[in-house]
């Protein structure tokens, strides 16, 4: 078995080593470097005709991509902690807040990155700028939005730490990296971002 791999700001490569730290797997792993374009050289692709990262192989020369897909595959081999949920009701709301996550920030925030960002000029082709600037706030009113969500007072998105609060950390810290930061008033959302950056995984 062997991850393949990007360090940080890469945020999905992120996802797994933090999924993979909170569980105490270790995977061997193999880094692509994305500023060289490894990830769309011809034997990269062979393991994931989309060129992303992270990619996990298999002993039986499967390649699993989709980092939320990966981490899946880890908890149906160990369950314990449970990270997507412990019974039906929590597994919903685990998949629930991901879905979120990934649809309400990470989706704004990825427009952002491609079309309002000079460092991917170069590889987007044509870039949107005014569309990927108006996604700022789409990304700043999802967070503001969530922030309301834990008015309730819960600590986690879905109520216990889960996947759902990595793939969120994961975007948020990525947002920061292209100046997209949790709006101040989200004083819920700021305390929430304490809590999990606070965990040892998030160093991974
Ligand atoms: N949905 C995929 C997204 C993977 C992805 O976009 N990875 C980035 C690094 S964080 C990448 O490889 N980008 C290069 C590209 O898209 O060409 C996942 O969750 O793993």
């Given at each position: ?18 999924y ?6 270790a995977?061997?792993?193999?880094r ?22 992270p ?7 499967t390649y ?8 899946r ?5 160990h369950?314990?902690?449970?990270l ?13 807040w991901?879905?979120?996550a990934?649809?309400?920030?990470w ?5 952002v ?15 949107f ?9 789409i ?38 990296f ?9 004083s819920?959302l ?15």
């Amino acid at each position: 078995m062997k991850l393949y791999d990007e360090g940080t700001p890469a945020p999905n490569p992120r996802k797994v080593r933090i999924y993979l730290a909170e569980k105490g797997i270790a995977v061997p792993r193999e880094r692509v470097r994305i500023m060289r374009r490894e990830h769309k050289a011809p034997e990269f692709l062979a393991k994931n005709s989309l060129g992303q990262v992270p990619v996990l192989e298999l002993d039986d020369g499967t390649y699993l991509s989709e980092s939320v897909a990966i981490c899946r595959y880890f908890e149906a081999l160990h369950f314990a902690p449970p990270l997507f949920g412990q019974e039906a009701r929590e597994q919903a709301l685990v998949e629930m807040w991901i879905r979120r996550a990934e649809f309400r920030y990470w989706a704004p925030i990825g427009m952002v990155w491609r079309h309002a960002d000079p460092r991917t000029a170069a590889v987007v082709g044509r870039q949107f700028k005014e569309f990927g600037e108006a996604n700022r706030k789409i990304a700043s009113d999802a967070l503001l939005w969530i922030d309301r969500e834990l008015a309730d007072g819960r600590d986690y998105l879905a109520g216990t730490y889960s996947m759902a609060d990595i793939v969120l950390l994961c975007g948020i810290d990525f947002g920061k990296f292209i100046g997209l930061d949790i709006p101040k008033e989200a004083s819920r959302l700021h305390a929430w971002h304490g809590r999990v950056s606070a965990r040892p995984s998030a160093a991974a």
